[in-house]
């Protein structure tokens, strides 16, 4: 069975801190996408990032980074210098590689960055 | 950018009534979802339609809901009779390739 975790519920820190956001999956598929969403408090899913089981290589884009390591089945999302802007709920999420591939969600991490 | 595009933005609904919420996925499209996240929870798949039937549902998705794909454009979900523990947002997606394209999603409120 395909499964998340985010053990962080709730995160504060103070702004232009790095903040790094944890995730542990769990699935019997050799292949598979991991996925990070960013919900807004207006509550829209905003696509961060996708990446496929067989591409273990860091992603930067800006501020955030995203750290994939299949051998602890983790893939951990960085944002260095935090800005105010960032405070949102965070989901990662992994899906099967085939044609149905519903996306499993964790139960995300909301975080607060202060002023 | 084309986007997937969910209508009403907001539903209030009594309890036992039937609702439908639309979502017009994007048009080269083929792969159909519906996901729900109960306020403050996790989102949570609903139903997967390709080719006009439904691919897999999930254990909420029992026979009170219902998903048709009308007309070519339009994707719709049905609560047939709707329940207050139905209250949540709903979140149509679409895809051609990876990943899943999401809509701003539907907010029920049943009342």
């Known amino acids: 069975a395909q499964k998340v975790t985010q053990a962080q519920t709730e995160i504060s820190v103070v702004e232009k801190e790095d903040v790094t956001l944890d995730c542990v999956y769990e699935?019997?598929?050799?292949?598979?996408?991991l996925f990070w969403y960013k919900q807004p408090p207006s509550g829209e899913l905003v696509f961060l990032i996708r990446?496929?089981?067989?591409?273990?290589q860091n992603e930067i884009s800006g501020r955030y980074s995203w750290n994939f390591q299949k051998s602890t089945s983790s893939f951990n999302f960085t944002i260095t210098a935090s800005q105010v802007v960032d405070s949102a709920v965070y989901f990662c999420?992994?899906?099967?590689?085939?044609?149905?591939?519903?996306?499993?969600f964790g139960k995300g991490t909301r975080l607060h960055i202060l002023p | 950018e084309p986007e997937v595009t969910q209508t009403p933005s907001h539903q209030v609904t009594q309890m036992g009534q039937e609702v439908i919420l639309r979502c017009v996925p994007i048009?080269?499209?083929?792969?159909f979802y519906w996901y729900r996240q109960i306020l403050g929870q996790k989102v949570e798949f609903l139903v997967s339609?390709?080719?006009?039937?439904?691919?897999?549902k999930s254990e909420i998705f029992d026979d009170q809901f219902s998903v048709e794909r009308p007309d070519g454009s339009n994707f719709t979900l049905k609560i047939r009779s709707t329940k207050l523990e139905d209250s949540a947002m709903y979140f149509c997606?679409?895809?051609?390739?990876?990943?899943?394209?999401f809509g701003d999603g539907t907010r029920l409120s049943i009342l």
């Open positions: 997606a679409s895809r051609l390739d990876q990943p899943q394209h």
């Open positions: 699935t019997r598929d050799t292949t598979y996408y």
């Open positions: 990446r496929n089981s067989f591409d273990e």
């Open positions: 999420a992994l899906s099967e590689w085939n044609r149905d591939d519903k996306i499993i």
């Open positions: 048009s080269n499209h083929l792969y």
């Open positions: 339609f390709y080719n006009n039937e439904i691919s897999e």
